[in-house]
């Protein structure tokens, strides 16, 4: 793939699903330095539509898939879909879209598994990569992050019950001016579900807010239940992690009530915070339990096991 292919501005079309789509197949490679111009500035904040955005690129029921060299500017919506995918590998891809483009996730993984991301730059409105129901053994690592809302796992639990993302692993990746750093997110009020097995290591943050999160309470419309989440957050390690926060509260692991967070693990975390009402930083425990060793800043407020 070479040179730019722009989507189409005409608002008859922006409650598509899609604007590229590959399906079913087995074998598919793109390459190349090209560009996907999604020229979501046309659409953003503009549709009536009942459905999100259409995603830029969306690979559906694919097996053994290499994407690299490939560049995705101001997606409409998601920027790059893939849904029930098996052993993805997608390296040096560009992703850029202003902090303030809505729903322009980087790239949304769901019902997949074996998928790795490597070696790439995402900049966008929400999350560089969101990691939603039914992913599997997923790998990133050497990924800048920022703008966005940071690496998120979720948000679970609002559409099906048991909803579980499972062996995730998440390394040498960069932070920059992050709304959120490494963040597990459900519902408040939720169906049944789990993530479990999920390790985020060598880390490095430069002035993220809310560099480490755990939010069981999610509830971006405002207008949620007052009821624990019910998907299980477990097995979870945090592994040097370190650089500086944006906020003075740099660890957060607010859990449900009705479903503690378990096996959370927490070693050698080091986030400042310098700010005028700097420099320490604290960190804050809801039904949070497993230990911490080594470098304690911010101190860890965990439950002990």
Known sequence: MKGVIKAPTDPKIFCNEYW?????????????????????????????????????????FIKNLIVHDIHSNNSKGVHINVFNCTNGFFRHVKITAPDDSPNTDGIRIGYSNNIHIVDSNIGTGDDC???????????????????????????????????VVKDIHIKNCTFINTQNGVRIKTWAS????????????????????????????????????????????????????????????????????????????????????????GPATSSACENAIGKATGIELPPSCLKKS
């Open 190 to 277: 939720s169906m049944t579900g789990m993530a479990t097995n999920i390790t985020f290591e060598d880390i490095i943050m430069i002035k993220a807010s809310n560099p480490i999160l755990i939010d069981q309470q999610y509830c971006p419309t405002g207008n949620c239940k007052k009821q624990g989440s019910s998907v299980q957050v477990k097995e979870v390690t945090y592994k040097n992690i370190r650089g500086s926060s944006s906020s003075k509260v740099a660890v957060i692991f607010d859990c449900s009530d009705s479903h503690p967070c378990n096996g959370i693990i927490v070693k050698d975390i080091n986030l400042v915070y310098n700010e005028r009402d």
């Open 20 to 60: 590229v789509r590959f399906q079913y197949m087995n074998g598919l490679k793109i390459k190349g330095h090209g560009t996907f111009d999604g020229q979501g500035a046309c659409a953003w904040g503009k549709h009536q539509c009942a459905t999100p955005l259409p995603f830029t690129v969306g690979f559906y």
């Open 129 to 163: 990569i969101s990691m939603v129901a039914g992913s599997q053994s997923i790998n990133i690592s050497g990924v800048t992050c920022g703008p966005g809302h940071g690496i998120s796992i979720g948000s679970l639990g609002k559409l099906s019950k048991n909803d």
